[in-house]
């Protein structure tokens, strides 16, 4: 299955819009997710939005809405519920193409403005109970971007993630490029575990780190703050006899009870 994840700059008109989901349909596409909210509609309107949506539905693409959530957004899902182009078409069916589905996302902060705005809401906020989420789309979900290079993951961090670009079609077939990210054992502990695990394993010993640790944050987030920094990658080489039995029953586990 073949997605796109656009914040819909190019939909400017229910026609524009139908046009180019049109070719790109006849291309192999299949879903379209579009991105919205505050800080997205500093540079592209609401009604892109919905034109994309609509024309999607009407050529059969699965839409989907994510809204960037933060302590000051202002922008939800009741925007779309009262606008009368949209609303009856809004479903929760997350496969049926007939249904435009909208959905609340954390949003990740890029700069330093948003990130001191996140830290500056109120504790209820911040402090809450971790989930301990693997990440789905490691082995799952592949990204490929317009130069070539493929990365293992379709998080909103991974172009800011060296480790996770896995090669460029350019010069090697796709094939060989996803078989080899199976040999990363940071990659598998990713999968089965997820990022927070991961992080309190590397401040099991900082007691203080330990209860610095955000559990609001996206989970894509946290694993930026893993795989950018280098100490991190060398804790986790150095425990690597310790960590890699645990691992690897978890992954096998994890893919029999798939297979079932």
């Known amino acids: 299955s073949t997605r796109i994840v656009t914040n819909g700059?190019?939909?400017?008109?229910?026609?524009?819009?139908?046009?180019i989901l049109k070719s790109l349909?006849?291309?192999?596409?299949?879903?379209i997710n579009f991105s919205t909210g505050d800080?997205?509609?500093?540079?592209?309107q609401?009604?892109?939005?919905?034109?994309?949506?609509?024309?999607?539905r009407s050529l059969?693409?699965?839409a989907l809405v994510n809204i960037e959530t933060h302590p000051n957004s202002t922008f939800g899902r009741d925007i779309f519920e009262k606008d009368e182009r949209i609303f009856p078409f809004i479903g929760k069916e997350?496969?049926?193409?007939d249904h435009i589905k909208i959905m609340q996302g954390v949003w990740l902060p890029f700069d330093e403005n948003t990130k001191k705005m996140r830290d500056a809401a109120p504790k209820s906020y911040r402090s809450i109970t971790p989930t301990y989420k693997y990440c789905e789309t490691m082995f799952h979900t592949i990204s490929l971007m317009p130069n070539g290079d493929i990365y293992s993951c379709c998080?909103?961090?991974?172009?800011?993630i060296p480790y996770l670009r896995i090669g460029n079609m350019k010069n090697s077939t796709v094939q060989s490029i996803i078989s080899n990210q199976f040999d990363d054992v940071l990659k598998i502990w990713l999968r089965t575990e997820g990022p927070v695990r991961i992080l309190e394993f590397l401040y099991k010993n900082s007691p203080d780190k330990l209860k610095q640790i955000d559990y609001s944050k996206h989970i894509c987030e946290?694993?930026?703050?893993?795989?950018?920094?280098?100490?991190?990658?060398?804790?986790?080489?150095?425990?690597?006899?310790?960590?890699l039995p645990n691992i690897l029953i978890k992954y096998n586990l994890l893919y029999s009870s798939i297979k079932k």
């Open 39 to 44: 800080d997205h509609q500093e540079w592209v």
């Open 94 to 97: 997350m496969h049926n193409p």
């Open 25 to 31: 349909k006849e291309a192999g596409l299949h879903e």
């Open 222 to 243: 946290v694993c930026r703050d893993i795989c950018v920094n280098r100490k991190n990658i060398e804790k986790i080489k150095e425990n690597i006899k310790e960590l």
């Open 155 to 160: 998080g909103l961090t991974c172009l800011q």
């Open 46 to 56: 609401y009604d892109n939005i919905v034109y994309g949506c609509l024309a999607a």
């Open 9 to 19: 700059f190019w939909a400017i008109s229910y026609k524009k819009a139908y046009s």
């Open 60 to 62: 059969g693409i699965n």
